[in-house]
T-cell receptor
């Protein structure tokens, strides 16, 4: 069972507010990811990180930002929330750099964000 | 950019084996086959993966054809809690995004 946590699980917030979605993993994984998923739709990668001080943008453009100051922590921030940000945000992590290990990603439970 | 084809939905009687097919005819030699499932909008749960050989773990078995162009996930004794959307994914062992596609919605019937 993967040890990856997301808080809050549900968030309802008004337009214009700044929010931070937390993601932590206790597996010592180097690589971490943020996906966005609308109901019944595919997952889309919005950010990822190879390790501390590494952040990259994913395939889907996003107005959010991320930081990676500690290996276990990969928070996602929206400076000014809008209704178009309403979605589910999923965090994942994986081992990286070991050629003999398939890069299995382990997901957190998700944060369902609603912006009014 | 999913490279797999799965039936959109399947039913399975509780206690019976659930066999979920996946076609990946363009798979390359270094690409793994992964299976995940997602229960009611929770985070996807890793099930199993394989490269060439059949694999088995405590959750399921993965059967990969010799030409690697298709595979089958087998849940040996399906329970109601196995009702979920099952995703078959093909990717290199290192990479960024998992392209989940639309998956197969499995309903286990009492």
């Amino acid at each position: 069972e993967a040890d990856i946590y997301q808080t809050p699980r549900y968030l309802v917030i008004g337009t214009g507010k700044k929010i931070t979605l937390e993601c932590s993993q206790t597996m010592g994984h180097d690589k971490m990811y943020w996906y966005q998923q609308d109901p019944g739709m595919e997952l889309h990668l919005i950010h990822y990180s190879y390790g501390v001080n590494s952040t990259e943008k994913g395939d889907l453009s996003s107005e959010s930002t991320v930081s990676r100051i500690r290996t276990e922590h990969f928070p996602l921030t929206l400076e000014s929330a809008r209704p178009s940000h309403t979605s589910q945000y999923l965090c994942a992590s994986s081992e990286w750099g070991r050629a003999s290990v398939a890069d299995t990603q382990y997901f957190g439970p998700g944060t369902r964000l609603t912006v009014l | 950019d999913a490279k797999t084809t799965q039936p959109p939905s399947m039913d399975c009687a509780e206690g019976r084996a659930a066999n979920l097919p996946c076609n990946h005819s363009t798979i390359s030699g270094n690409e793994y086959v992964y299976w995940y499932r997602q229960i009611h909008s929770q985070g996807p749960q890793y099930i199993i993966h394989g490269l060439k050989n059949n694999e088995t773990n405590e959750m399921a078995s993965l059967i990969i054809t010799e030409d690697r162009k298709s595979s089958t996930l087998i849940l040996p004794h399906a329970t109601l809690r196995d009702t979920a959307v099952y995703y078959c994914i093909v990717r290199f062992h290192t990479g960024n995004q998992f392209y989940f596609g639309t998956g197969t919605s499995l309903t286990v019937i009492p």
